[in-house]
Structures are given as C-alpha cells and as structure tokens.
C-alpha cells in the first residue's frame, strides 16, 4: 500500500532551481534510501515533504491525503517525523522539552488550572526513550547544547520515535556517531521497518544504504534519476547513477575501499 | 550523573538548582543583598517600611514593562517601544476618562487596548514585512510618543476619576495598589512562562526558530501574540502610572525601556533570547528599584541616575556573556 507519492514536486529559491518535477512513493513498511551529490536537493526535497518548504508546483499524498496545504504541526500529526540534518533542537533546553516540543502533555495544577505542562512525565517518557534506543547521556536534565554531536543525535533520533510515526524521515542521521552507534541506527531502521514504519534514509554511506533498504532512489539534476531494488542492484551501479558518467570506475574503487 | 554531580564544589551545585528549579541566577541575589547593605549603611532612611513600600512602588511600572522584555527578549525577539507605548497608553486612558468623559471602565480598557494594539502592530511588521525587530520597534518608540503628544495636544492630563487614582494611590491592607497589581501580575506571567505550553514554546522559539518550527509551533502566529502581550503590559504599565501621578502625561515612561531591560537582562534572561524568568526579571527589577531609590536619598542628581543605568545595562550583558563563552555552550 502506498504510504507517501510525490508527484512533479518542483522547488527553487530565488534563481536557483532545485527540484524539477520529482516523483517518488514509499509503501508503508518500506526502507527507501535516497542518495545524490551534495546540493543534489535531498534535503529540500524532504523538507517539502515535512511542510518546512512548501513546493512550487506537484502534489504531495500522504495516506491518501493531500498534505499539500497543511502546516509541518498538521503533517506532524499525521505520522510525518523527520531527522534533520542540522538536528533542529533547542540548544538551551533539556532533553525532555526537546523530545516533546509541540507536544507537551499537560495536566491540572492543584487539580483545577488545565494546561500546565506535566514536567515530571515528560521527563519519565524522555528517559524510557534515551533507554529504549540503547543510548547514553550524561543526564537527562541538562541543556542539549552541552552534548557532544552523537548524543545530541540521539535526542534528535529519540523526538522522531516518540509519537508513533508512520513516516520516519533520517537525513544523515549516523554522521556523527561512532561505529557501534550506528549499527545500532542500522538495527533501529531494521525494527521499525518489521514493525510496519516506513523509512526514507538519506547517507553518503552507501554501504550502509546498501545493506538496510528495500530501494534506492537516485537524485539528480533535480530529478528522481533512478529507482534501484536494493536486491538487485550493487555499490557500482549506484555510484554510476550518482555521479553519471565521467571517471565511474574510480569513483566505485574508492567508495568499495571507503 | 551521580560521579558527576559529585565533582561539582557545594556552590556550583546550589548555582545550578537555583537556575534549573527556580529559574533564577543566584548572582543577582547577591547583588541585590549586596546593593540593599551597602544603601542601609550609606543612608538611614534606607532600612524602613515605609522606603521599602515606596521602592516597589517605584518599581511597580518598571516590573511590569520588564516582564513585558522578558518574553519577547526569551523569544529572540526586542521591544524598544515599551516606554512610548507606555506613554501612549496613560494618555489614551485619560482622554477617554476626561475628554470623552466615559466610565473609568472604559479608560481602564483603552489604555490596556491602546498598548495591545500598538504590540500587534509591531508583531505584524516583524513577522509579515520582513523588518527587523529592533527597527520596527524603534520606529513604534518614535510613532507612539508622536500621538501621545497629538492626542493630549502636548500637554497632560488632569482630573482623573477617582476609581482610577484609587489603582495608583489606594492602599488596601496598607500595601499600594500598584504594588499588589505587579505581585499579581508577575505571578500569573511566571507561571504562563515556566509551566505551561505558551511558556515552553516562546523559550524554544528564542533558543531556535528552525527547531520550534520543525516541531510544528507556528512560529509567526506565536511571535504576533508575545509582541501584542508586550503591548498591553505596557499598556497596563501606563495605567499603573497615570493613575499614581494622577494625570495622563505624554511625556511618561521615556527611557523606561532601557531601565526594563536591564532588569530582564540582570534577571538571567539571554538577551539572544532561549532563557529568561519572571522570578529572576522581578529580582532584577528591585535591583534597579534599590539603586534608583539610594541614589535620590543620597541626593544624587537625575542624571547620574540615568547613567548609572546604562552602565549596569552594559555590565549585565557583558557578565552574561562571558560567563556563556566560560561554560563554552551554545
Ligand atoms: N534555504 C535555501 N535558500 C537558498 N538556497 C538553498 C536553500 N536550501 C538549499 N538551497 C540550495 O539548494 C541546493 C540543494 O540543497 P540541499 O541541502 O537540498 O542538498 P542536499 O542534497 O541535501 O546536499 P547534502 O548532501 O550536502 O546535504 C543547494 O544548491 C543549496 O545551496
Ligand atoms: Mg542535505
């Protein structure tokens, strides 16, 4: 069943055209990598896809809905979850605020005043998930800016997981994490998908897009370039598709000894 | 966690849960110690109930705009025109309550309705024209003044109903009304800052808008509705004013957004916006309430004062941001 299809998504900002009529579409439960050069457009594709950007023309389905017109909290709602490549967090706050930004629970102060944020299940919820996901931080009640890059990650990784996504978007979620943390994002992406989550993983680690997708689609030239069944497909031709053409041979060389 | 703690000395550790609980920087308490011994040595007027109540008196309009700063400050946002807005406001209360002669009701109302809509103006501009907020609102500083001076022709005005000079001068209990009016008013606006959804959000918005946004928080909508709560607290500040001075005067509450900033700033909010406490804001309120009132028992001239204030404004920031670069976050 299809979950998300993109249809002749086009974005440019300003002169700069980045997007020219992308079509894509992810089933649910499906791990789809999405690979290109730098400034292919990946992360502007995605943020169209979370309401961020809104795009220039095309349609956006999301479970049968178009989405177009609704703001990143609506599509938040929905079960559209992103990973962003800058994190996105609130440096100054803790790891609870940030895993719940939007979406605080409340409850009544002396029973009678609603609306009252309810700190101390967030922060329960908040370490549950930290320790769900296998990760380790220092404390869970201090600001997110005094973390190292991996762990901040992980609270990153932890606010897309928490609110039962159907879409979990990952856009290069394992640059900064050591070897073990990422097999361990690999095995994660592996649970959600057997848990019916389907996952769109953009990497320039190409071994790891290898071994955890069902597809890969190729971004270039602004398009949807090429749509690879992972089972069929090899580290060569992906690399082909993605730089098409010019020195291919050494450019596979390198990325299999990388 | 545990090891960590323990590595910290007592102080740090009494440092951090005064910031992390009560949202307040310990430091300022000291200064306002420090501030109020020094001023009780130097003075013997100092030390009495009756100089304390005139202090937070003093205080009570500057409180109120200062936690005006703390929001739109915590949010990542300026309001440089509190002090016109103010103006504005005591001066539209009492040409309703005089020239127009309608019920103090009324008067209350406009000058609440006159800062709010001069907010919603600025929080239009900033968040639809693409301005900056530090001009937008230096422009409102300039547009506010103006029709504060057009509307009471230049000069202010008399003859107060005594419904309203009662707001500014009555004193149930012994306790001025603008005084129970701010504790009223600061412990509703601290609650809304640390405890509910309202709060949590303007903080994430002031600490990053491209996280509050990927959230899901409409960031815009939001910013429109601090700048607009901006207003009408100094619209209430105005009310707060006209009421004790018992007149509305144009030319009120000039430079009284340097003085509520600085307070906000001495508080702990970051002035790049991300932190920021009422609890924290009304301490620094009363350090600038002590220091303005031991500077005029110890005679010291209007000038100076003003002085005195933009240094502190400076120093506070300065501390603040070393002490950011010390802890080599953000
Ligand atoms: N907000 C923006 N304003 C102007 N140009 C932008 C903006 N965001 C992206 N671009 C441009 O769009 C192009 C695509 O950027 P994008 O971040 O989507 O690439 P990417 O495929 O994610 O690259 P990388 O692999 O380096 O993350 C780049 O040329 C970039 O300069
Ligand atoms: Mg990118």
Request: charged fraction near 15%; include cysteine.
């Amino acid at each position: 069943m299809t979950l998300l299809s993109l249809h002749g998504i086009r974005k440019s900002f300003g002169a700069v055209d980045v997007l020219h009529g992308v079509d894509l579409s992810v089933a649910a439960g499906e791990v789809v990598g999405l690979v290109g050069d730098n400034g292919a457009g990946k992360s502007t594709l995605m943020k169209t896809i979370t309401g961020i950007y809104r795009a220039d023309s095309g349609s956006i389905e999301f479970d049968g809905k178009d989405i177009l017109a609704l703001d990143p909290g609506q599509r938040r709602r929905l079960g559209i979850e992103m990973i962003y490549q800058d994190l996105s967090l609130a440096k100054q706050q803790d790891v609870a605020s940030n895993i719940f930004l939007g979406r605080e629970p409340t409850k009544r102060l002396f029973g009678l005043f609603p609306g009252f944020v309810d700190k101390s299940e967030m922060d329960r919820q908040a370490a549950r998930m930290i320790e769900r996901l296998g990760a380790h931080l220092p404390s869970i009640n201090r600001s997110v800016g005094s973390f190292s890059g991996g762990q901040q990650q992980t609270v990153a990784i932890a606010r897309a997981l928490t609110f039962n996504p159907k879409l979990v978007i990952m856009d290069e979620p394992t640059a900064a994490l050591a070897v073990r943390e990422v097999q361990s994002v690999l095995d994660l992406i592996r649970r959600l998908r057997s848990e019916g989550i389907a996952v769109i993983l953009i990497s320039h680690r190409l071994n790891d897009v290898l071994s955890v997708t069902d597809r890969i689609v190729v971004l270039r030239h602004g398009r949807a370039d090429a749509d690879l069944v992972t089972a069929k497909t090899n580290m060569n031709e992906v690399v082909s598709r993605i730089v098409g053409g010019g020195d291919i041979a050494a450019a596979a060389a390198h990325e299999q000894r990388g | 966690m545990a090891s960590e703690t323990t590595q910290l000395g007592f102080w740090a550790r009494v440092q951090r849960a005064s910031v992390e609980r009560l949202h307040i920087r310990l430091e300022s308490l000291v200064v306002l110690l420090a501030l109020s011994t020094a001023m009780a040595l130097l003075s013997p007027y100092f030390l009495s109930l009756s100089n304390f109540l005139n202090i937070l008196l003093a205080t009570s309009t500057i409180g109120v705009l200062a936690i005006a700063a703390t929001f739109v400050i915590g949010s990542g946002g300026l309001d440089l025109s509190l002090g016109s807005v103010m103006g504005l406001a005591g001066v539209a209360g009492a040409f309703v309550a005089v020239n127009l002669g309608w019920p103090s009701v009324l008067a209350v109302i406009a000058c609440i309705l006159a800062g709010a809509i001069a907010g919603y103006i600025n929080g239009q501009l900033v968040t639809r024209a693409f301005v900056p907020a530090f001009i937008v609102t230096l422009g409102m500083l300039g547009l506010a003044r103006g029709l504060a001076l057009v509307i009471s022709q230049g000069r202010a005005i008399y003859g107060l109903p005594p419904e309203i000079v009662y707001i500014g001068q009555g004193r149930p209990f012994g306790i001025p009304m603008p005084v129970i009016i701010l504790v009223l008013t600061a412990i509703v606006a601290h609650m809304v800052l640390a405890y509910t959804r309202f709060g949590r959000h303007t903080l994430a918005l002031g600490d990053s808008e491209g996280a509050a946004r990927a959230a899901g928080i409409r960031v815009e909508h939001h910013r429109r509705i601090i700048y607009t709560l901006s207003g009408a607290l100094a619209g209430l500040a105005g009310l707060l004013f006209t009421a004790r001075v018992n007149a509305g005067d144009p030319t009120a509450g000039i430079n009284y957004e340097l003085t509520a900033i600085t307070a906000a700033i001495i508080g702990g909010t970051n002035l790049f916006g991300g932190r920021a406490s009422i609890l924290g804001t009304m301490i620094g309120a009363l350090i600038m309430g002590v220091l303005q009132n031991g500077l005029t028992l110890l005679a010291v001239q209007s000038y100076y004062q003003q002085m005195a204030i933009g240094g502190v404004l400076i120093l506070a920031v300065f501390i603040d941001q070393y002490q950011v670069r010390k802890e080599s976050r953000v």
